[in-house]
């Protein structure tokens, strides 16, 4: 009852609101635009291969961080949620990298043997 | 009515649910721990075109030479080298560049709902909100353009052994090289498309919620803030089948 009825004029009573702060966003955008851009330089002006590859992946993990870390606001969190979400995150890249190294591994074996 | 019913106070007490350590709601915790399993159905699509790449012979001449083989992965920018309007047009992946663009500028866009949101600037979220929902969906009908193209095949088509030609690719039968190569291409870009259809629908639901000021008179614009945290995600994994599916 009392929840709606003290709400009820909220909206004539907002007041002044405030001015937006974008400044840093739009610097957030800027940077996954350029990181974006330095990609495709790497995919057109070096030859495939595992550098490249690296520096692909790397790459990736800048554009991630600033996602997460600034639209996400996970930097802005407090230290536990960070770690409670990083933590399980690192696992499991552990996870993917064992599996497919192991898992080829095991793919190349078995299909050799049955040759 | 008797006047000695009461209602259970709040705990307050730091171990009876009086304390709030990571100084986020249920709903938001909720999203990031929904975000971290959906981490993990990824990261099962990753491992899994990792290793159907390995059990495929790479590409090793040069790019100039390369032809559309089933003996071989195919390289990407090869494959996906179209672009609307342009039929017949060598434009290697100018199109998956531009709808990259669309869903980072989608994530900055819905940024600023969630900064409009704290201000409790209605009209600002409405604009922002709007912003993104068609930004999400021109990605979208970019999608469904690169499926359709991808289905449909180049008009040379790929010639097979017993002389016949195949034109495009599906399930169980692929132009630009081993069939594992599209099925994968249509489970995790399709995966993906997937994440971003709901994440349109919540934006509406969001949009029109804004639009009747139910979080005007709640006091908050939370709700704007967890399903921005979703597409942010969604934005974050499109970041990660770019780099696979369409770099490396």
Redesign the interface.
């Known amino acids: 009852m009392a929840s709606?009825s003290h709400?009820?004029h909220?909206?004539q009573l907002?007041g002044e609101?405030?001015k937006?702060?974008?400044k840093g966003?739009?610097r957030?955008?800027v940077i996954?635009?350029v990181l974006?851009a330095i990609?495709?330089a790497f995919?057109?002006f070096m030859e495939?291969g595992t550098l490249r590859?690296i520096i692909?992946?790397i790459?990736?993990i800048f554009?991630?961080f600033f996602?997460?870390a600034?639209?996400?606001h996970l930097k802005h969190?407090?230290k536990?949620?960070i770690w409670?979400?990083l933590v399980?995150?690192a696992l499991?890249v552990w996870?993917?990298i064992a599996?497919?190294t192991e898992?080829?591994y095991y793919?190349?074996a078995v299909?050799n043997y049955f040759k | 009515m008797s006047t000695t019913t009461t209602l259970e106070q709040p705990k307050t007490g730091t171990w009876d649910g009086g304390n709030e350590?990571?100084?986020?709601s249920y709903g938001k915790?909720m999203m990031?721990f929904f975000l971290?399993s959906d981490?993990?159905t990824f990261?099962a699509f990753?491992?899994t075109y990792?290793?159907i790449r390995?059990?495929h012979n790479a590409y090793t001449g040069t790019s100039e030479d390369f032809v559309f083989s089933n003996a071989y992965w195919p390289?990407p920018?090869k494959v996906f080298n179209a672009f609307p309007g342009f039929h017949g047009v060598d434009l290697?992946?100018a199109f998956v560049?531009l709808m990259?663009?669309i869903l980072?500028?989608s994530?900055?866009t819905?940024?600023?709902a969630v900064?409009?949101g704290h201000?409790?600037?209605?009209n600002?979220v409405q604009k922002w909100l709007l912003w993104t929902i068609l930004f999400g969906s021109t990605f979208l009908a970019c999608q469904a353009w690169e499926w359709s193209h991808f289905i449909h095949g180049s008009d040379q088509g790929l010639a097979l052994a017993d002389g016949s030609k195949i034109f495009g690719a599906t399930l169980v039968q692929n132009e630009y090289g081993p069939v594992l190569f599209a099925d994968l291409f249509f489970f995790i870009t399709g995966f993906h498309g997937t994440h971003v259809f709901s994440g349109i629908v919540l934006l509406i639901i969001m949009f029109i919620n804004t639009v009747n000021?139910t979080y005007?008179?709640?006091?908050h614009y939370e709700m704007v803030e967890k399903v921005?945290?979703y597409w942010?995600?969604v934005?974050?994994v499109w970041?990660?089948v770019f780099?696979f599916f369409y770099?490396?």
């Open positions: 709606h709400h009820a909220d909206e907002t609101i405030p937006a702060q974008t966003i739009w957030v955008f996954l635009c974006t990609e495709f995919a057109f495939p590859n692909f992946i790459l990736t554009k991630a996602i997460v600034e639209f996400m969190e407090t536990s949620l409670t979400i399980p995150t499991l996870l993917i599996l497919v898992g080829s793919a190349d299909f | 350590p990571m100084k986020a915790l990031w971290l981490t993990f990261g990753l491992t990792g290793l390995h059990r390289i920018e290697p992946l560049a990259t663009m980072i500028l994530s900055v819905m940024v600023l900064e409009a201000r409790m600037d209605k600002d000021g005007q008179r709640r006091g921005g945290l942010h995600f934005d974050l970041v990660f780099t770099l490396v």
